[in-house]
């Protein structure tokens, strides 16, 4: 079973587009993250939600919003997709505060 | 704020080679530390952690011990294979309660046997 998965794995779109990627974890964590890995490789925690509540939110453009239905989902929607936004997505899950498990990544293209 | 620096990449290393990555940091109070894998295509994974000074962390041949004097957490292996061919991360998490892992940029690692 997959402890963390995103959809989708990849994603091509327009500049201007609206588009979400989800994301679930079936580990029983009550935190979970997303983060955002340029293409030299570095990685930026975006947001953070503990038991659906936000508890980070790095500077981000307000295009991005998190949303957590319940505890096991967060997703990522953008707003107005720009050349910048090209990226790979991580979300990752957690206890508070201990070992966080990465998702496999979602491959972002804006063209 | 906190920081983490690691040495810059990519490391190329013939198999059976010994390997060092070198990671430091800065923090307030008393951070736990990690070292995270990426194999390509795929998200990361934890190898190693400490979470006070003089603990070493070990998992599959590497090992990093957490140096509060030098602020270091390097990254060694005695014998590298062609399947260690990955992106490692340094990272810390500062202090107890925190949520916030904050990460190194990486270094690629290719073994070339």
């Known amino acids: 079973d997959t402890a963390v998965s995103q959809t989708p794995k990849y994603l091509v779109t327009q500049m201007g587009n609206d588009k979400s990627i989800k994301c679930e974890q079936n580990?029983?964590?009550?935190?979970m993250y997303w983060y955002k890995q340029d293409s030299k490789k570095f990685l930026k925690i975006m947001f953070s939600?503990?038991?659906?509540?936000?508890?980070i939110n790095e500077t981000v453009p307000n295009r991005f919003s998190p949303k957590s239905p319940d505890k096991a989902h967060l997703n990522l929607h953008i707003n107005s997709l720009e050349l910048g936004d090209s990226a790979v997505y991580f979300c990752?899950?957690?206890?508070?505060?201990?070992?966080?498990?990465f998702g496999p990544g979602t491959r972002l293209t804006v063209l | 704020g906190n920081s983490v620096t690691q040495m810059e990449g990519p490391v190329t290393l013939s198999e059976e080679a010994f390997l060092t990555i070198n990671c430091t940091y800065t923090?307030?109070?008393?951070?736990?530390l990690f070292w995270y894998v990426q194999y390509p295509g795929e998200g990361l994974q934890l190898l190693l952690k400490?979470?006070?000074?003089?603990d070493k962390g070990s998992n599959k041949g590497f090992e990093a011990t957490y140096r509060k004097e030098t602020t270091s957490f390097h990254l060694e292996k005695g014998s590298v294979q062609v399947s260690d061919s990955a992106v490692y991360f340094c990272?810390?998490?500062?202090?107890?309660?925190?949520?916030?892992?904050?990460f190194g940029k990486g270094t690629k690692l290719s073994v070339i046997p």
């Open positions: 990752a899950s957690s206890q508070p505060a201990d070992e966080q498990f």
């Open positions: 580990l029983g964590h009550d935190t």
């Open positions: 939600y503990n038991n659906k509540e936000l508890i």
């Open positions: 923090a307030t109070g008393y951070p736990s």
């Open positions: 400490a979470t006070k000074a003089d």
């Open positions: 990272a810390l998490r500062s202090g107890a309660g925190s949520y916030q892992l904050t």
